[in-house]
Every structure is written in C-alpha cells, then in structure tokens.
Nanobody, 121 residues
C-alpha cells in the first residue's frame, strides 16, 4: 500500500503565493507520473499540473505561467509552487501518483486526502 500526504494549503490573499508538497510512502518500487488535481464546490475534479519521471511537465491553461510543478525523486515528493493566486484558484487540491509497488507489478493510481487552498481578501 502507498500513502500520499499533502501539506501547504491555506488561506491567502489574491496575488499571493503558496507551495504545496506531497510525499509518497509505503510499498514503492518506482513512481511514474505525479500530479496535482483540484476540485472546487459544484465542479468536477480537474488536472492542474503533472510531471513525469523524466521531468516532463504539463499544465492546465488556467495556471500556465503562474504555477510550477517539480519533484524530488529521492524523496518521492512532488511540489507545486503557486504564484499570483486568484479567487478562482480556490479549491481542494489533491495529489496523485502512479506507482509500481514491485519490479513485476503494474502501475496503480493513488490519491492524497486533499489540502484546501482558499484565495480571498
């Protein structure tokens, strides 16, 4: 089993910054892609940013130029630096990881419990 623990959410004023972290632990042979999703009240969960094991990244159009995703493979941790935050960024942010538990195992999808980001004056 694999656990993903997120941290770094909170309340910030418009234009402010936050840095989210997500550490994976447990039965891990390798981690393929990692990413951040978010879900606002009444809306579907959406991909915010993703990063592969080779450090290729992709971003939702709404956050390009403001958010930066990165990962530390030695620590099995993914980060997301969020700058110039807007009220519409308010949501519950979830970490996602596609993990291979053993050398012969297939990839499994894991989710964190979510961390709340609120952008408000």
């Amino acid at each position: 089993q694999v656990q993903l623990v997120e941290s770094g959410g909170g309340l910030v004023q418009p234009g402010g910054s936050l840095r989210l972290s997500c550490a994976a632990s447990g039965s891990i042979f390798s981690i393929n892609s990692m990413g951040w999703y978010r879900q606002a009240p009444g809306k579907q969960r959406e991909l915010v940013a993703g990063i592969t094991s080779g450090d290729s990244t992709n971003y939702a159009d709404s956050v390009k130029g403001r958010f930066t995703i990165s990962r530390d493979n030695a620590k099995n941790t993914v980060y997301m630096q969020m700058n110039s935050l807007k009220p519409e960024d308010t949501a519950l942010y979830y970490c996602n990881a596609r993990v291979r538990g053993t050398v012969l195992a297939g990839l499994r999808n894991y989710w964190g419990q979510g961390t709340q980001v609120t952008v408000s004056s």
